[in-house]
């Protein structure tokens, strides 16, 4: 029997999984990030096929013919479609692995924080689907905090916060224990959809995704700043469907985005009024730790610290912190047990 066993951890792969709403992305222990992609899926309804996922699909987003369509098969962190985000699954995995491996994966997948047991049943059957034997499930700001290197272990307080695609997700730790977690669906795609309404609504053009997006990577800001920028961007007029040309400026992006970053700094809020007052000295010292895309918007952690009257120690690598977090979870599953969940985790035959 410990031979079989022995057998299995030698030629099996030892996987960590991030499939999140925007990005999804695939930790091998032996060549480390393997795959980093968009969490996008093309459907052609002429053939009845999958035609691209990944980058591709997202090239194709807002620009494919009548037949064909993209789906985003998560929502907020959650799977909205299950077929899809198998089949999207499948196919990143066979763009990386040439094999598969013997007997079955061990898998470390990422799971949002305050998901359902039906939820989590989800992303546990798709794990299996594509090949897990042993699959373990671990909340996203768990998993950030492990992949920041944060002391949870030691006896102090500790917050966490992961700010992703579609969610807000926080934990706090004490003495080497989960405290809590919570979770609030707003996200990174909410400030990018903030920006395609406000220049809906201050110029009269709109605008796809891809542009929304590229502005708030280049010219959002969450806090004033005396920076003063304008960009000249293409959409379609609402007045006569024509293309069309307007200046947008730094100062107008930071003001769409207002709201849903009100959103998002309430809920951190939120977190902190749940936290008991013996741990307002450790957090008062240590501060809060970020991580996530959301985190890497400008002057962000600026507007928190203005806000909480906290200090913020923002990841330098945010969007990799979930991954690499469950990436240690796979590599030392003893170790990190406690911090995965149980409820619909078990050892599957091979």
Not at 143 to 172: E, H, R, S, W
Not at 230 to 239: M, T
Not at 289 to 307: D, K, P, T, Y
Request: glycine letters at 10%.
């Amino acid at each position: 029997m410990n031979f079989l066993k022995s057998l299995k951890t030698l030629f099996s792969l030892d996987l960590a999984v991030d499939m999140g709403t925007t990005r999804t992305k695939i930790y091998e222990k032996t060549q480390e990030m393997v795959l980093n992609e968009p969490s996008f899926v093309a459907v052609s309804y002429r053939e009845g096929e999958v035609q691209a996922v990944g980058r591709e699909a997202y090239k194709m987003y807002g620009r494919c013919p009548p037949h064909v369509e993209v789906h985003q098969p998560l929502e907020h962190g959650v799977i909205e479609n299950f077929d899809l985000a198998e089949e999207m699954l499948k196919r990143f995995l066979d763009q990386v692995f040439n094999r598969k491996a013997l007997l079955g994966a061990r898998i470390a997948m990422v799971v949002p924080s305050g998901a359902t047991d039906v939820e989590k049943k989800a992303f546990e059957d798709i794990a299996v689907q594509v090949g897990g034997r042993e699959v373990m499930l671990v909340e996203a700001p768990i998993a950030a905090a492990i992949g920041m290197n944060l002391p949870i272990g030691d006896g102090k307080g500790t917050v966490a916060f992961y700010l992703g695609g579609g969610t807000t997700q926080a934990a706090v730790f004490i003495g080497g224990d989960l405290m809590l977690t919570h979770c609030n669906p707003v996200g990174g795609e909410d400030l990018t959809e903030a920006i395609i309404n406000g220049v809906r609504k201050n110029h009269q053009i709109l605008i796809g995704s891809h542009t929304a997006e590229q502005l708030k990577i280049s010219m959002g800001s969450a806090y004033p700043s005396d920076r003063d920028e304008s960009r000249e961007i293409y959409g379609k007029s609402v007045v006569d469907g024509l293309p069309r040309a307007v200046f947008v400026a730094n100062w107008e992006i930071r003001e769409m985005m207002e709201a849903p970053l009100n959103q998002i700094v309430n809920t951190m809020k939120s977190v902190l009024e749940k936290v008991p007052p013996d741990l307002s000295e450790d957090i008062k010292k240590s501060g809060l730790f970020l991580s996530g895309g959301n985190a890497q918007v400008e002057g962000f952690s600026r507007l928190v610290e203005h806000i909480t009257g906290l200090k913020c120690v923002k990841s330098k690598k945010g969007q990799m912190s979930c991954i690499r977090g469950a990436a240690k979870i796979i590599m030392n599953s003893r170790k990190y047990r406690d911090f995965t969940t149980s409820s619909h985790s078990r050892q599957f035959n091979a």
